[in-house]
Protein backbone atom coordinates (compact mmCIF):
# COMPACT_ATOMS: atom_id res chain seq x y z
CA UNK A 1 0.00 0.00 0.00
CA UNK A 2 1.76 3.56 -1.06
CA UNK A 3 2.46 5.39 2.04
CA UNK A 4 -0.25 7.58 3.78
CA UNK A 5 -0.28 10.40 6.62
CA UNK A 6 -0.68 8.75 9.84
CA UNK A 7 -4.55 8.40 11.18
CA UNK A 8 -4.99 11.24 13.58
CA UNK A 9 -9.19 11.43 13.34
CA UNK A 10 -12.18 9.69 11.75
CA UNK A 11 -11.49 11.57 8.79
CA UNK A 12 -7.67 10.38 8.00
CA UNK A 13 -9.25 7.00 8.74
CA UNK A 14 -11.92 7.46 5.82
CA UNK A 15 -8.16 8.25 3.31
CA UNK A 16 -6.40 5.41 5.05
CA UNK A 17 -8.82 2.87 4.11
CA UNK A 18 -9.63 4.61 0.82
CA UNK A 19 -5.61 4.23 0.18
CA UNK A 20 -5.86 0.51 1.64
CA UNK A 21 -8.79 -0.71 -0.58
CA UNK A 22 -6.73 0.73 -3.63
CA UNK A 23 -3.70 -1.03 -3.11
CA UNK A 24 -5.68 -4.20 -4.00
CA UNK A 25 -5.24 -4.66 -7.15
CA UNK A 26 -6.07 -7.32 -9.80
CA UNK A 27 -6.95 -7.53 -14.11
CA UNK A 28 -9.38 -10.39 -13.33
CA UNK A 29 -12.57 -8.80 -13.28
CA UNK A 30 -13.81 -11.31 -10.96
CA UNK A 31 -11.42 -10.52 -8.20
CA UNK A 32 -12.06 -6.80 -8.69
CA UNK A 33 -15.71 -7.23 -7.78
CA UNK A 34 -15.16 -9.51 -4.99
CA UNK A 35 -12.76 -6.39 -3.27
CA UNK A 36 -15.47 -3.85 -4.88
CA UNK A 37 -18.16 -5.96 -2.81
CA UNK A 38 -15.85 -5.72 0.61
CA UNK A 39 -15.14 -1.87 -0.28
CA UNK A 40 -19.03 -0.72 -0.24
CA UNK A 41 -20.25 -3.00 2.30
CA UNK A 42 -17.72 -1.70 4.62
CA UNK A 43 -19.23 1.74 3.80
CA UNK A 44 -22.51 0.67 3.75
CA UNK A 45 -22.03 -0.64 7.28
CA UNK A 46 -20.40 2.85 8.56
CA UNK A 47 -23.80 4.31 7.18
CA UNK A 48 -25.61 1.70 9.55
CA UNK A 49 -23.69 2.23 12.42
CA UNK A 50 -24.23 5.54 11.95
CA UNK A 51 -28.17 5.49 11.52
CA UNK A 52 -28.78 2.66 14.87
CA UNK A 53 -26.20 4.76 16.99
CA UNK A 54 -27.69 8.71 16.42
CA UNK A 55 -29.02 10.60 18.95
CA UNK A 56 -26.78 9.83 21.55
CA UNK A 57 -23.64 10.26 22.98
CA UNK A 58 -21.28 11.65 20.03
CA UNK A 59 -17.83 9.98 21.15
CA UNK A 60 -20.19 6.70 21.13
CA UNK A 61 -21.29 7.54 17.58
CA UNK A 62 -17.94 8.10 16.43
CA UNK A 63 -16.26 4.77 17.70
CA UNK A 64 -19.21 2.99 15.78
CA UNK A 65 -18.06 4.23 12.97
CA UNK A 66 -14.29 3.66 13.45
CA UNK A 67 -15.16 -0.13 14.26
CA UNK A 68 -17.35 -0.20 11.09
CA UNK A 69 -14.77 1.02 8.80
CA UNK A 70 -12.00 -1.27 10.36
CA UNK A 71 -14.20 -4.49 10.54
CA UNK A 72 -13.71 -5.95 7.59
CA UNK A 73 -9.77 -5.25 6.88
CA UNK A 74 -8.92 -8.42 6.90
CA UNK A 75 -11.07 -9.61 4.15
CA UNK A 76 -8.85 -8.36 1.40
CA UNK A 77 -6.03 -10.23 2.30
CA UNK A 78 -8.57 -13.15 2.84
CA UNK A 79 -9.68 -12.94 -0.60
CA UNK A 80 -5.93 -12.13 -1.76
CA UNK A 81 -4.56 -15.17 -0.85
CA UNK A 82 -7.19 -17.85 -0.52
CA UNK A 83 -9.84 -16.70 -2.68
CA UNK A 84 -12.60 -16.96 -0.51
CA UNK A 85 -14.57 -15.59 2.01
CA UNK A 86 -15.31 -18.76 4.10
CA UNK A 87 -13.15 -18.36 6.94
CA UNK A 88 -13.20 -21.79 7.92
CA UNK A 89 -11.76 -22.94 4.33
CA UNK A 90 -8.78 -19.42 5.37
CA UNK A 91 -8.10 -17.72 8.24
CA UNK A 92 -10.49 -15.91 10.78
CA UNK A 93 -11.18 -12.41 9.05
CA UNK A 94 -12.29 -10.44 11.87
CA UNK A 95 -9.20 -11.08 14.20
CA UNK A 96 -6.83 -10.57 10.92
CA UNK A 97 -8.78 -7.18 10.82
CA UNK A 98 -7.76 -6.09 14.63
CA UNK A 99 -4.44 -7.39 13.71
CA UNK A 100 -4.27 -4.98 10.49
CA UNK A 101 -6.04 -2.41 12.56
CA UNK A 102 -3.25 -2.27 15.41
CA UNK A 103 -0.15 -2.96 13.00
CA UNK A 104 -1.37 0.58 11.57
CA UNK A 105 -1.83 2.53 14.41
CA UNK A 106 -5.19 3.18 12.90
CA UNK A 107 -6.42 3.99 16.64
CA UNK A 108 -3.85 5.62 17.88
CA UNK A 109 -6.10 8.96 17.89
CA UNK A 110 -8.18 6.90 20.67
CA UNK A 111 -7.60 6.50 24.11
CA UNK A 112 -6.42 3.10 25.77
CA UNK A 113 -10.10 1.82 27.16
CA UNK A 114 -11.44 2.93 23.32
CA UNK A 115 -8.80 1.28 21.95
CA UNK A 116 -9.68 -1.63 23.73
CA UNK A 117 -13.25 -1.58 22.72
CA UNK A 118 -12.76 -1.13 19.04
CA UNK A 119 -10.42 -3.87 18.64
CA UNK A 120 -12.95 -6.22 20.44
CA UNK A 121 -15.71 -5.07 18.26
CA UNK A 122 -14.00 -5.98 15.43
CA UNK A 123 -11.96 -8.88 16.33
CA UNK A 124 -14.91 -10.47 17.60
CA UNK A 125 -18.19 -9.56 15.43
CA UNK A 126 -18.05 -12.65 13.70
CA UNK A 127 -18.40 -14.94 16.84
CA UNK A 128 -21.67 -17.08 17.04
CA UNK A 129 -22.71 -15.87 20.40
CA UNK A 130 -21.00 -12.61 22.21
CA UNK A 131 -18.84 -13.82 24.90
CA UNK A 132 -19.84 -12.53 28.59
CA UNK A 133 -17.25 -10.86 30.86
CA UNK A 134 -16.42 -7.97 28.19
CA UNK A 135 -16.66 -4.70 29.82
CA UNK A 136 -19.96 -2.67 29.10
CA UNK A 137 -18.64 -0.11 26.11
CA UNK A 138 -17.21 -2.79 24.75
CA UNK A 139 -20.11 -5.25 24.26
CA UNK A 140 -22.13 -1.99 23.51
CA UNK A 141 -20.06 -1.37 20.35
CA UNK A 142 -19.75 -5.21 19.31
CA UNK A 143 -23.42 -5.36 19.39
CA UNK A 144 -23.74 -2.24 17.52
CA UNK A 145 -21.16 -3.60 14.62
CA UNK A 146 -23.28 -7.08 14.55
CA UNK A 147 -26.09 -5.26 13.56
CA UNK A 148 -24.60 -3.18 11.18
CA UNK A 149 -22.72 -5.97 9.72
CA UNK A 150 -26.25 -7.67 9.48
CA UNK A 151 -28.05 -4.84 7.83
CA UNK A 152 -25.95 -4.62 4.74
CA UNK A 153 -24.97 -8.01 4.60
CA UNK A 154 -29.18 -8.80 3.83
CA UNK A 155 -28.69 -6.31 1.00
CA UNK A 156 -25.72 -7.64 -0.36
CA UNK A 157 -27.69 -11.32 -0.70
CA UNK A 158 -30.92 -9.40 -2.18
CA UNK A 159 -28.86 -8.17 -4.91
CA UNK A 160 -26.59 -11.25 -5.26
CA UNK A 161 -29.58 -13.41 -5.94
CA UNK A 162 -31.59 -10.96 -8.37
CA UNK A 163 -28.00 -10.29 -10.17
CA UNK A 164 -27.62 -12.55 -13.35
CA UNK A 165 -24.37 -15.44 -12.28
CA UNK A 166 -22.03 -13.91 -14.46
CA UNK A 167 -22.31 -10.47 -12.56
CA UNK A 168 -22.01 -12.14 -8.75
CA UNK A 169 -19.07 -11.84 -7.10
CA UNK A 170 -17.95 -15.47 -6.42
CA UNK A 171 -17.02 -15.66 -3.33
CA UNK A 172 -20.36 -14.26 -1.57
CA UNK A 173 -22.18 -17.08 -1.82
CA UNK A 174 -19.16 -18.90 0.26
CA UNK A 175 -19.16 -22.05 -2.28
CA UNK A 176 -22.27 -23.42 -1.31
CA UNK A 177 -24.06 -25.20 -4.04
CA UNK A 178 -27.31 -23.53 -5.40
CA UNK A 179 -29.61 -26.75 -4.26
CA UNK A 180 -33.64 -26.92 -4.76
CA UNK A 181 -34.42 -27.63 -1.14
CA UNK A 182 -33.86 -26.60 2.89
CA UNK A 183 -31.85 -29.04 5.13
CA UNK A 184 -34.57 -30.56 7.75
CA UNK A 185 -32.02 -29.67 10.12
CA UNK A 186 -31.68 -26.17 9.47
CA UNK A 187 -34.96 -25.61 9.00
CA UNK A 188 -35.72 -27.19 12.50
CA UNK A 189 -33.19 -24.47 14.21
CA UNK A 190 -34.96 -21.91 13.17
CA UNK A 191 -38.21 -22.85 13.86
CA UNK A 192 -36.60 -23.43 17.17
CA UNK A 193 -35.87 -19.62 17.79
CA UNK A 194 -32.30 -20.16 17.52
CA UNK A 195 -30.07 -18.50 15.39
CA UNK A 196 -28.24 -21.53 12.74
CA UNK A 197 -24.43 -22.23 12.06
CA UNK A 198 -22.61 -22.43 9.32
CA UNK A 199 -21.23 -25.58 10.16
CA UNK A 200 -24.33 -27.06 9.46
CA UNK A 201 -25.47 -25.84 6.33
CA UNK A 202 -25.52 -27.79 2.96
CA UNK A 203 -26.67 -25.22 -0.01
CA UNK A 204 -27.23 -21.39 -0.43
CA UNK A 205 -30.97 -22.18 0.64
CA UNK A 206 -29.89 -22.70 3.67
CA UNK A 207 -27.29 -20.00 3.62
CA UNK A 208 -30.67 -17.72 3.12
CA UNK A 209 -32.38 -19.40 6.23
CA UNK A 210 -29.29 -19.14 8.44
CA UNK A 211 -29.51 -15.39 7.66
CA UNK A 212 -33.49 -14.89 8.37
CA UNK A 213 -32.42 -16.44 12.01
CA UNK A 214 -30.31 -13.28 12.45
CA UNK A 215 -33.48 -11.80 13.69
CA UNK A 216 -32.92 -13.90 16.68
CA UNK A 217 -29.79 -11.59 17.39
CA UNK A 218 -30.62 -8.12 16.83
CA UNK A 219 -29.76 -5.73 19.17
CA UNK A 220 -30.96 -2.54 18.89
CA UNK A 221 -34.85 -0.95 18.31
CA UNK A 222 -33.08 1.36 15.45
CA UNK A 223 -32.05 -2.04 13.69
CA UNK A 224 -35.06 -3.90 14.10
CA UNK A 225 -36.66 -0.35 12.25
CA UNK A 226 -34.14 -0.55 9.59
CA UNK A 227 -35.25 -3.74 8.49
CA UNK A 228 -38.82 -3.44 8.95
CA UNK A 229 -38.43 -0.29 6.73
CA UNK A 230 -36.10 -2.21 4.17
CA UNK A 231 -38.23 -5.07 3.65
CA UNK A 232 -35.00 -7.20 4.40
CA UNK A 233 -37.17 -10.47 5.76
CA UNK A 234 -39.93 -10.36 2.70
CA UNK A 235 -36.77 -10.17 -0.18
CA UNK A 236 -34.66 -12.79 1.51
CA UNK A 237 -38.08 -14.83 2.18
CA UNK A 238 -39.18 -14.40 -1.84
CA UNK A 239 -36.09 -16.19 -2.86
CA UNK A 240 -36.84 -19.93 -0.54
CA UNK A 241 -39.16 -22.57 -1.80
CA UNK A 242 -42.69 -22.22 -1.28
CA UNK A 243 -42.93 -25.52 1.03
CA UNK A 244 -45.28 -25.64 4.28
CA UNK A 245 -42.01 -25.92 6.17
CA UNK A 246 -39.94 -22.88 4.79
CA UNK A 247 -43.15 -20.46 4.85
CA UNK A 248 -44.06 -21.55 8.68
CA UNK A 249 -40.00 -20.07 9.79
CA UNK A 250 -40.60 -17.65 7.73
CA UNK A 251 -44.28 -16.17 9.25
CA UNK A 252 -42.36 -17.35 12.58
CA UNK A 253 -39.44 -15.06 12.04
CA UNK A 254 -41.71 -12.05 10.52
CA UNK A 255 -43.59 -12.88 14.05
CA UNK A 256 -40.90 -12.14 15.91
CA UNK A 257 -40.02 -8.92 14.50
CA UNK A 258 -43.18 -7.89 15.18
CA UNK A 259 -43.39 -8.45 18.76
CA UNK A 260 -39.42 -6.88 19.45
CA UNK A 261 -41.35 -3.89 17.25
CA UNK A 262 -44.05 -3.66 19.39
CA UNK A 263 -41.81 -3.75 22.85
CA UNK A 264 -39.20 -1.68 21.70
Not at 14 to 38: E, T
Not at 41 to 55: D, F, P
Not at 103 to 110: P, R
Not at 223 to 247: D, N
Request: charged content about 25%; glycine content about 4%.
Amino acid sequence: MSEVAPVRDLVSLHDWFASYCGSFQSDDQDVLRNYGLKELHTRNVCEAARLIARGGDPRRLMLAEVAALCHDLGRFPQFRDFRTFRDSDSLNHAQLSAQIAKENGLLDFLSESERRGVLAAVGLHNVYQIPSGLPPEAADLLMLVRDADKLDIWRIFSEYFDAPEEERASAAGLGFPDLPVCSAEVLATVAAGKMVQLSTLKSLHDFKLLQLSWIYDINFPDSLRLIKERGVLERLAATLPAERAVLDVVSQVQSHLERRLSAA
